[in-house]
């Protein structure tokens, strides 16, 4: 069994930092890739910012130079720093890896996090 626990979300005003955080546990033989999702009230969810394979990072257009994504494979966790938050960035912020178990080796595994609510308001 696999669990990602999120921690770091909150109310910020706009021009604010957070940073969140996603901590994998369980039986994991190797993590392939961890990443950040978000979902606004009234749309889907969308991908922030992910980290496919070592040394690839992906950003969506609307947080690139302002979030930054970055791991610490020792500890198998994942993290987002945000800077400079606009109110278009509230949403619920999700953890997502794609994980090869213990129990099943061989294959890769889709895991989620249960969500921390960003909040950008003055």
């Not at 940073?19 to 969308?46: D, H, T, V």
């Not at 960035?89 to 890896?97: I, L, R, S, W």
Request: charged share 15%; proline share 3%; with cysteine.
């Amino acid at each position: 069994q696999v669990q990602l626990v999120e921690s770091g979300g909150g109310l910020v005003q706009p021009g604010g930092s957070l940073r969140l955080s996603c901590a994998a546990s369980g039986n994991i033989f190797s993590i392939n890739a961890m990443g950040w999702y978000r979902q606004a009230p009234g749309k889907q969810r969308e991908l922030v910012a992910n980290q496919p394979s070592i040394g690839s990072t992906n950003y969506v257009d609307s947080v690139k130079g302002r979030f930054t994504i970055s791991r610490d494979n020792a500890k198998n966790t994942v993290y987002l720093q945000m800077n400079s938050l606009k109110p278009e960035d509230t949403a619920v912020y999700y953890c997502n890896a794609k994980i090869v178990t213990t129990t099943v080796r061989g294959v890769q595994l889709n895991y989620w996090g249960q969500g921390t609510q960003v909040t950008v308001d003055s």
